[in-house]
């Protein structure tokens, strides 16, 4: 059992917004130490530049003030309190270091300055936090949208796609005109409309176990808004490895999930899924779609998760899953309990750094076929010439109906194993579907039963579109 450390309210906003911990520590100098190494911009706050507590603030074990036991090396056991209390020549100080609000600022945030558990105090407190959000898609959309109109002074933000036209269905940081753009320009540029008194700190890179930490580390709260497993174990273990809040989201057709994964108070996703499932067998979004208004409904509660945590207010997700429905409209909430065997904030971690996440997800390179795939305009060049082809649609039948190449024959990837019998093993095969993932594994199978011309459309249907016909209609 670890020892409890009570956070006043000026010292919040730098430990997340909670207003306690737990620590393990033999007395109160560890205690301190741990603290702020773990929140390192609480140091400044606690510790002169000689390494010296700071004379406007007081420590209690239990009911009694250091100074008069034996200063931090006064001994602490498990289930002992340490309440750190700035005292009242000092609490000034203190609060001061939260940045004052402008006069417009005062205007723009009025409907929650007469709010009791935001006021003044409050939006400083949003204004002195950094949040960051890791991908600008359906989810990042609306928390980056609200936590920017909410007054969060920093947004950090992690992406490297661009955008396209496909994502302006659900996607709404982006509009028209940014076809083609980086998500960060255009995040930053529309966060920057919304309030100008925001900072938008950008990442323009993929999230790897290289420089997860690295960037994690100087945010206080991060909203994972991935769409793939690798990197959804990437930032539960460095969000538990630096001790931050996640405010987690997923969704999946008319289907989400949100909860807030913070080690130090509760469950991390680990203890929610110790194992991610094989890889193929839960299908993106990109290749099973998702209703538009979905990550409107799961990235909101997202940035209203994140807004509590930084104001200390509310009841969050913390030990609890919420699960919602959009086509029945209901939400339900399951609890969650810590995993004492998980392998990452149980008793006894065994996952002590970053890890390969690929690996552990089981994504593994595609096969190194020769001649594995071939570009849309290669391939419309062997059906000019009249080249004999089975082009293979490997996507659902819904799909196949929506938009599909001329004469291809239908066969879902799913359905692939029990129906090879339909294709002629002699025959020159391209495979294709939505974007190319779902066709390669078509590919693996194929060579595997003893087809030697089978080939996958480079890009999926979507190539065929930007490079051939852009008359078809892209879904």
Not at 84 to 93: D, E, F, N, V
Not at 146 to 172: H, M, S
Not at 184 to 200: G, K
Request: hydrophobic share 40%.
């Amino acid at each position: 059992m670890a020892v409890k450390v009570l956070i006043p309210t000026p010292l919040r906003p730098f430990v997340g917004g909670r207003d306690a911990l737990e620590l393990e520590a033999a007395n109160v100098g560890e205690v301190l130490q741990r603290l702020t190494n773990e929140h390192t911009a609480l140091k400044k706050h606690l510790f002169a530049d000689d390494g010296r507590l700071r004379s406007f603030v007081n420590v209690y074990v239990n009911d009694r003030d250091i100074r008069q036991l034996e200063q931090q090396r006064t001994k602490v056991t498990a289930g002992d309190t340490v309440s750190i209390i700035p005292s009242i020549a000092g609490g000034r100080a203190v609060a001061d270091a939260l940045p004052k609000l402008s006069h417009e600022e005062i205007l723009r945030y009025s409907r929650h300055l007469i709010l009791p558990d935001v006021g003044m105090e409050g939006q400083r407190k949003l204004k002195a936090a950094r949040v960051l959000l890791v991908g600008a898609g359906g989810l990042g959309s609306p928390a980056a949208l609200y936590l920017a109109a909410a007054g969060v002074g920093t947004i950090g933000i992690v992406d490297f796609d661009v955008v396209d036209k496909t994502n302006l269905q659900r996607q709404i940081l982006h509009g028209t005109e940014a076809v083609g753009a980086t998500k960060l320009d255009s995040a930053r540029a529309r966060i920057e409309d919304l309030n100008p008194n925001v900072q938008v700190e950008t990442f323009e890179t993929r999230l790897t176990s290289e420089n997860a930490l690295d960037i994690i580390r100087e945010f206080d709260v991060v909203a994972d808004g991935t769409d793939n497993f690798p990197t959804r174990y990437l930032v539960n273990d460095a969000c538990v490895l630096l001790g931050k809040p996640n405010a987690y989201g997923s969704i999946f057709r008319f289907e989400g999930q949100a909860s807030v994964f913070y080690a130090k108070e509760g469950p991390c996703y680990r203890c929610l899924y110790a194992e991610p499932p094989p890889a193929g067998l839960v299908p993106s979004c990109a290749e099973g779609g998702v209703l538009g208004v979905l990550p409107g409904i799961i990235g909101s509660i997202q940035a209203l998760e994140t807004i509590k945590l930084i104001l200390g207010r509310g009841d969050t997700l913390i030990g609890r899953l919420v699960l919602f429905d959009a086509l029945r409209l209901t939400f339900r909430e399951l609890k969650l309990a810590r995993d004492p065997d998980c392998p990452v904030c149980g008793k006894n971690p065994t996952i002590k750094e970053l890890i390969d996440y690929e690996a552990f997800c089981g994504v593994t390179a595609e096969p190194a076929y020769e001649g594995a795939e071939i570009t849309a305009l290669d391939l419309k060049a062997e059906l000019d010439a009249g080249k004999p082809l089975v082009l293979l649609d490997v996507r659902e039948p819904h799909e196949h109906d929506i938009v599909a190449l001329e004469g291809s024959q239908l066969i879902p990837s799913g359905e692939l194993p029990a129906r090879l019998g339909e294709l002629d093993d002699h025959a020159d095969i391209v495979a294709y579907c939505h974007h190319g993932p779902r066709s390669l594994r078509a590919l693996e199978l194929l060579r595997a039963a003893g087809f030697t011309k089978v080939r996958s459309l480079r890009g999926g249907i979507d190539a065929w579109a930007i490079n051939v016909d852009p008359e078809m209609a892209r879904y």
